[in-house]
């Protein structure tokens, strides 16, 4: 059974930085497309960043030159690394493989852009 665990998520200032991370146990890390997804208050859940086993990277225009996605497969291990934090990033942050599956969501990391 997998199980993925999201941390790092917190309240930062506007302009800030965070750093996510999603341990994932089970096998299936290593050969899968990962992604990152986000949901804010009343809004549908939404694909940020993903990333192939072997390092390719795509991210929703939203993000892109702020926001980093990374893995460390040795560690069963991804990573979203936030720059140029804005109010609207405020939301759940969730990892998942891409298609996501819907055993292995978590319970998120909240992220909150405020000042």
């Known amino acids: 059974q997998v199980q993925l665990v999201e941390s790092g998520g917190g309240l930062v200032q506007p302009g800030g930085s965070l750093r996510l991370s999603c341990a994932a146990s089970?096998?299936?890390?290593?050969?899968?497309?990962m992604g990152w997804y986000r949901q804010a208050p009343d809004n549908e859940r939404v694909l940020v960043a993903t990333?192939?086993?072997?390092?390719?990277?795509n991210y929703v225009d939203s993000v892109k030159g702020r926001f980093t996605i990374s893995r460390d497969n040795a560690k069963n291990t991804v990573y979203l690394q936030m720059n140029s934090l804005k109010p609207e990033d405020t939301a759940v942050y969730y990892c998942?493989?891409?298609?996501?599956?819907?055993?292995?969501w978590g319970q998120g990391t909240q992220v909150t852009v405020s000042s």
């Open positions: 998942n493989t891409r298609p996501s599956l819907p055993d292995y």
């Open positions: 990333i192939t086993p072997i390092g390719n990277t």
């Open positions: 089970g096998s299936i890390f290593g050969r899968s497309v």
